[in-house]
C-alpha cells in the first residue's frame, strides 16, 4: 500500500479525558508537565491542566487550543485535599470521566542527611508523595466504576541511586512513590487501572535551570548535565510526553506496576 492510500493512524487517546497535575509552563519555555498535556491533546484527550499557577495552567491551554486540542485550565495545589477533590469534580462535570491521572509535580530542597531540616523534609514529601497520594485517591473511585484508567506518577532515577545533589529528602520521596506505584498496581489490578511510574533521568526543563542562581551558572550547569549523560545529551519534555503517552494508551493496556526508565542511560553506570 502506497502513502496515497495508507489509511490515517487512529489516535491513541481518541475520547479519553486526562488530568495532568503539574501542567502549567512558563511562557516561551516548556515543562515536562506541559509537554505530556500537549501530547496527550494531539492525540485526541481532552485534558484538564492543573497547576498551582492558573497563569502557567492558560499558557498550556493556549497551546493546546492554538493546536485545535480541547483543554482548559484549574488551580490545583496538591498540597489541599480539597483543591485536588475539586480537579476531579471539575474533570468529571466537563467530561464525565476521568481516563488519565499524570502527577506531574515535584521539588527538590537542598540538604544532606546533616542539614536537612524537618520543615524542609516534611514539605518535600508533602508535595511529592502525599500530593501523588491524594489525587490518586480522587480518581480511583470513578476509575473502579468505570473498569478502567490509567495512573502515571512522575519519579527520578534520584529514587534508585545517589546523586552528587545532595537532595536527601527528594530522593527518599520517590522512592517511596516508586513503591506506593507499584502497591496501587497491585492493589486495583482486577478493576483494571492501571499505575505506572516513570524514572526520569537528567531532562532540560525550566524547572532543571531554576535550580541554579543565575542563567549563566544555568547554562554551565546545563553543560555540565549533558556531559553526565550517555548519550552526550539530556532528555528533553518531549521525551517524558512520549513515555507518559505510552502509558495512558491502550497500547499499554497490560503493563501495570512498572517503573518505566527514561534516562538515555545515564543510571546504567
Known amino acids: 500500500m502506497n502513502n496515497a492510500t495508507r489509511s490515517p493512524q487512529p489516535l491513541r487517546l481518541d475520547g479519553k479525558a486526562a488530568i495532568v497535575v503539574g501542567a502549567g509552563t512558563p ?11 500537549i501530547t496527550f491533546a494531539r492525540e485526541g484527550a481532552r485534558v484538564l491542566c492543573a497547576d498551582r499557577s492558573l497563569d502557567a495552567a492558560h499558557e498550556t491551554v493556549r497551546r493546546i487550543e492554538a493546536e485545535g486540542g480541547q483543554a482548559s485550565a484549574i488551580v490545583a495545589d496538591v498540597q489541599s485535599a480539597e483543591q485536588l477533590r475539586a480537579m476531579v469534580d471539575a474533570c468529571l462535570s466537563l467530561h464525565g470521566r476521568i481516563d488519565v491521572l499524570h502527577n506531574n509535580v515535584g521539588i527538590e530542597e537542598f540538604g544532606e542527611l546533616l542539614d536537612i531540616t524537618e520543615e524542609s523534609w516534611d514539605r518535600v514529601h508533602a508535595i511529592n508523595l502525599r500530593g501523588a497520594m491524594l489525587a490518586a485517591r480522587e480518581a480511583m473511585p470513578h476509575m473502579i466504576r468505570q473498569r478502567g484508567g490509567s495512573i502515571i506518577n512522575m519519579s527520578s532515577i534520584a ?5 552528587p545533589m545532595q537532595f536527601l529528602s527528594y530522593s527518599t ?3 517511596a512513590l516508586n513503591h506506593m506505584t507499584r502497591v496501587v498496581a497491585r492493589q486495583y489490578a482486577q478493576h483494571q487501572v492501571r499505575c505506572n511510574a516513570i524514572v526520569a533521568g537528567l531532562i532540560d526543563t525550566p524547572h532543571a535551570a531554576a535550580l541554579y542562581p543565575d542563567a549563566a551558572a544555568a547554562q554551565a550547569g546545563r553543560q555540565q548535565r549533558d556531559a553526565r549523560c550517555p548519550m552526550g545529551r539530556q532528555g528533553s519534555p518531549q521525551d517524558i510526553a512520549n513515555a507518559a503517552l505510552f ?5 499499554s493496556a497490560y503493563v501495570t506496576g512498572l517503573e518505566l526508565v527514561v534516562d538515555g542511560g545515564v543510571s546504567l553506570g
Open 159 to 163: 529514587s534508585r541511586k545517589w546523586s
Open 27 to 37: 511562557a516561551g519555555a516548556l515543562s515536562n508537565g506541559a509537554a505530556c498535556a
Open 173 to 175: 520521596s520517590k522512592a
Open 247 to 251: 502509558l495512558a494508551s491502550d497500547e
